[in-house]
C-alpha cells in the first residue's frame, strides 16, 4: 500500500541498494541519499532540500487544482442534471433496440405517465403511433444524424394521440455504430388542431363561395333565356 506524507520526506539511509531506493520513492519518499562519507552525502541535502520543497509545493497545487476540477466538474453536471430534470421541454435518449436509457418528467408526464420511473420501462417503439412512423424516422438516420422540426404522432399511456415537434440527434461509436439516439420533444397537438380546424374552415368556405358562384351563375342564365 502507497503512502504520501503531508510533509516532504528525505531519506538517510546507510543500506544503499537499488530495490531499496524504488520501494523507499514508491512509498512517498522524495528523495533518497545514501550516507556515504566519500560522496559527502552531507554537501548534498542543501541543495536536495530545497528542490524537494518545490517538488511538493508543485505536488499539493497540483491536487488542489485537480480537486478544485474535480468538485467544479461535479458541480456542472449537477446543474445540468437539474437543468434536464426541470426543464419544459421534452428530453430523452434512447437505444435502437428501444430501451430508454433517460428521459426527463417533461417527457413521461407529456405521454402521460405518472414519473420517470415508470416512462423508462416501456419500450420506445411503443410510443409511435405506428410502425410506419417509426420505420420513416429510423431509416432518415441512415443518411443524416440530425433531425430538425420534425412532427410526429405519439401515442398516450392511455391510447391517446398526440403530436409533438422532434429535433433529435444519432450518436455513434468510432465504428459508426449506433449507440443511441437523443433530443427532445414539444407538444403541438394543440397547434395542430387548430391548424386543420383552419383548414376545414377554409374548404367549407371556399365550398360556399362556389356553391354560391353556380348560384348566381344559374339564375343569370334564366334571366339570359327569358
Known amino acids: ?9 528525505v531519506l538517510l539511509t546507510g543500506m544503499g541498494t537499488e530495490e531499496l531506493a524504488v520501494r523507499a520513492l514508491k512509498a512517498g519518499v522524495y528523495e533518497y541519499i545514501v550516507k556515504d562519507p566519500i560522496q559527502a552525502y552531507l554537501d548534498l541535502l542543501p541543495k536536495v532540500l530545497p528542490q524537494v520543497v518545490r517538488q511538493h509545493v508543485d505536488t499539493l497545487d497540483a491536487a ?6 474535480v ?3 461535479r458541480e456542472s453536471e449537477k446543474q ?5 430534470e426541470h426543464a419544459i421541454e421534452s428530453i430523452f435518449r434512447t437505444t435502437p433496440d428501444g430501451r430508454i436509457i433517460y428521459a426527463n ?13 415508470e416512462f423508462v420501462q416501456i419500450n420506445a417503439h411503443d410510443f409511435f403511433w405506428s410502425p410506419v412512423d417509426r420505420a420513416r424516422i429510423y431509416s432518415r438516420f441512415n443518411t443524416q444524424d440530425r433531425l430538425k422540426n420534425t412532427e410526429l404522432r405519439y401515442r398516450k399511456k392511455n391510447g391517446g394521440e398526440i403530436w409533438v415537434r422532434e429535433n433529435s440527434r ?9 449507440l443511441f439516439y437523443e433530443g427532445f420533444n414539444t407538444d403541438i397537438t394543440e397547434e395542430k388542431k387548430a391548424f ?3 383548414c376545414k374552415s377554409e374548404a367549407s368556405n371556399a365550398m360556399a363561395q362556389e ?8 339564375r343569370s342564365e334564366e334571366h339570359t333565356s327569358e
Open 71 to 73: 468538485e467544479a466538474l
Open 105 to 117: 418528467a417533461a417527457m413521461a408526464n407529456m405521454l402521460g405517465y405518472d414519473n420517470v420511473k
Open 80 to 84: 445540468l442534471r437539474a437543468f434536464h
Open 211 to 218: 356553391i354560391a358562384h353556380v348560384g348566381t351563375w344559374d
Open 196 to 198: 386543420n380546424a383552419l
Open 1 to 9: 500500500m502507497l503512502f504520501r506524507s503531508p510533509l516532504p520526506l
Open 64 to 69: 488542489i487544482h485537480h480537486q478544485q476540477t
Open 170 to 178: 444519432v450518436v455513434r461509436d468510432e465504428d459508426g455504430n449506433i
